[in-house]
């Protein structure tokens, strides 16, 4: 979830009842995944009755792009250690790491920074539309995570089913 989250970064999770307490566009979630071990994290970008599409990494909302400024060009020491971060181009540990940062804004008006390190498969999705009851998800490193866009059969989480939602990350 980097930018956002850093692997050495402690973060609180607020345990909440998904029905009782509404989840929106840009809120960061923990949920549970049938296939796997633990809580996952990551954002709310369309939620059930949506629809979603990709285009070279852009988010197609309801027939509208979200918002994406470029801000930065974050520069980092590429770690010896997992997990290792997606970069401009390939480097060697020790090297510096190169990875555009863009602020995206959801539909809410909440805005949150992104990596979007360089043309994937994962850029571009045909447009679907979010069942009810259901989140897509994605991280806010773009290129370097598993998330909505990967289903259950590449081993990815699919969309979020509202049951599966065990808490909320304020203020992120």
């Given amino acids: 979830m980097a930018p956002t989250l850093d692997v050495r970064f402690c973060a609180t999770m607020r345990h909440i009842d998904p ?12 949920f549970e995944q049938d296939t ?16 979603i599409a990709l285009y070279e990494g852009q988010v197609i909302l309801n027939g509208q792009p979200l918002q994406q400024v470029f801000v930065a060009r974050d520069e980092i020491i590429f770690p010896d250690y997992p997990p290792a971060p ?3 181009d390939i480097v060697e540990p020790g090297e510096v790491c190169v990875r555009p940062k863009y ?3 959801a539909l809410t008006g909440k805005s ?6 360089r043309p994937t498969p994962a850029d571009f999705m045909a447009e679907i539309t979010v069942p009810d ?4 998800v994605m991280g806010d490193h773009r290129d370097n995570t598993m998330d909505s866009r990967h289903g259950r059969a590449v ?4 969309m979020i089913a509202l049951q599966q ?3 909320i990350f304020d203020g992120l």
Avoid: H
Avoid at 155 to 158: K, L, V
């Fill in 155 to 158: 081993n990815g989480p699919g």
């Fill in 19 to 30: 029905q009782e307490e509404p989840i929106t566009y840009g809120d960061v979630i923990g």
């Fill in 133 to 136: 009851s259901y989140f897509f």
């Fill in 86 to 88: 997606m970069c401009e």
């Fill in 103 to 105: 602020r995206e804004t």
């Fill in 165 to 167: 939602v065990r808490g």
């Fill in 36 to 51: 796997k071990q633990g809580i996952f994290i990551s954002r709310v970008i369309a939620k059930g009755g949506d629809t």
């Fill in 112 to 117: 949150y920074e992104i990596f979007d390190t």
